[in-house]
């Protein structure tokens, strides 16, 4: 496996540097560029809804201290109302210029969150092995504390509904020294999907593009749960965040 997935890997590497160039390069229609994006995702079959977006420092909700600023689904009803039909994502795009939308996970994908760092870390072991990786977006966040996203598989719909976990108990397991830092968004949560808009000028943009086929989680998971207890054994703080957080 060496030498050839040494090839595979700089291949795969190169190919997400001359994206990441070809993504910082001003488009000529912005907004054409964010509905393109949006509909290559729902395509893919991940289910949108719209969120809330900047307003200055601030969020465009009301809310006084939002706690996750341009990171929330604008509506209650996010979970019916995520969809993947064409029609109404252009609807919503061009009639919410400046939303951003979030995907509702556990219905056909789940995410993995981690901590920048051990992602990119998790990332770089994963395509040196040859595993077939998904969709990955990076989220910027104030104070060293931006996260990379894995797009993989959901888990499915068991016939028994109590074999399901809640996300809560997914991104907070019982001993966090298990798995440092990791976050399991399955159902009843949500990630926002690139290309978003975050305070500060930071943004969620993907790495690698949706695509990529979905992978099953287990087959990321054991890579990305060393890379969070290196991350976590090298001093950074871990902070726990309760998910999702309400409106």
């Known amino acids: 496996m060496g030498a050839e997935s040494g090839r595979n890997y700089r291949g795969e590497e190169s190919r997400i540097s001359q994206w990441l160039r070809r993504r910082q390069k001003p488009s000529a229609d912005p907004g054409a560029e964010r509905e393109s994006l949006l509909l290559a995702a729902a ?8 969120a809330a977006h900047p307003a200055g420092y601030r969020c465009s909700c009301d809310r006084v201290g939002c706690p996750t600023p341009a990171r929330h689904p604008v509506s209650f009803a996010w979970q019916t ?16 210029p400046q939303a951003n939308f979030i995907t509702a996970t556990g219905m056909v994908h789940d995410v993995l969150d981690v901590p920048l760092d051990a992602g990119r870390n998790a990332l770089r072991r994963l395509l040196e092995a040859g595993i077939d990786v998904g969709p990955v977006a990076e989220s910027g966040a104030a104070n060293g504390q931006s996260r990379m996203l894995f797009f993989t598989a959901t888990r499915g719909t068991p016939e028994d509904e109590d074999e399901w976990w809640p996300c809560e108990l997914d991104c907070h397991p019982e001993t966090m020294d298990e798995h440092p830092g990791l976050r399991w968004h399955c159902r009843g949560s949500y990630v926002l999907v690139p290309p978003a808009r ?7 943009d993907w790495i690698r593009g949706p695509e990529h086929p979905l992978p099953d989680p287990l087959t990321l998971l054991e890579t990305l749960t060393d890379a969070c207890a ?11 965040v309760a998910w999702p957080l309400g409106r």
């Open 43 to 50: 395509a893919a079959g991940l289910p949108l809804a719209p």
């Open 81 to 96: 109302q995520s969809t993947t039909d064409r029609a109404q994502i252009e609807r919503w795009a061009s009639g919410q």
């Open 198 to 204: 975050l305070p500060e000028d930071r943004s969620v």
């Open 230 to 240: 290196q991350y976590a054994g090298e001093g950074h703080e871990h902070h726990p």
